[in-house]
């Protein structure tokens, strides 16, 4: 498994932890890091995309919610929306292109949630993908 990959499934469990606790964001992650373990570049990934996905929570939800038709935010699996979160801080924020964004979001929704997850995954995050693909 490749760090970086390695380094979005730590990012994905801190968000799942924040969410679920709502812990200050820096404490948590030095909780966190007691416990796992990766090396240097992993951890600085990790916690770039956990801390930039906590930051824009709000207007990454409002996009969501836009489009995730018939699915109101607070039914999806927590997993899976925080999956979300991450990939669309991704996509939006970073230069990772949005074919690989994709397919790690796709990766962990089969790791931690499911095959239907994934594919339902792959619908909302396209939609974000080509929506933002036409306001360029």
């Given at each position: ?65 836009q ?31 949005a ?38």
């Amino acid at each position: 498994m490749s760090r970086r990959r390695k380094a979005r499934e730590f990012a994905l469990q801190m968000l799942f932890r924040w969410e679920m606790n709502r812990e200050e964001p820096a404490a948590l992650q030095a909780s966190f890091w007691q416990s796992a373990r990766a090396a240097r570049d992993t951890r600085e990934f990790a916690n770039q995309l956990f801390a930039g996905a906590v930051a824009h929570a709000a207007e990454t939800d409002a996009l969501l919610a836009q489009h995730s038709e018939h699915w109101r935010l607070e039914r999806m699996a927590a997993v899976d929306r925080n999956i979300l979160r991450l990939a669309v801080y991704e996509l939006r924020c970073t230069s990772t292109p949005a074919a690989v964004v994709i397919n790690e979001a796709l990766e962990l929704a089969k790791k931690f949630s499911s095959e239907e997850s994934a594919a339902f995954l792959n619908g909302i995050l396209d939609a974000i993908h080509k929506a933002a693909a036409d306001t360029r």
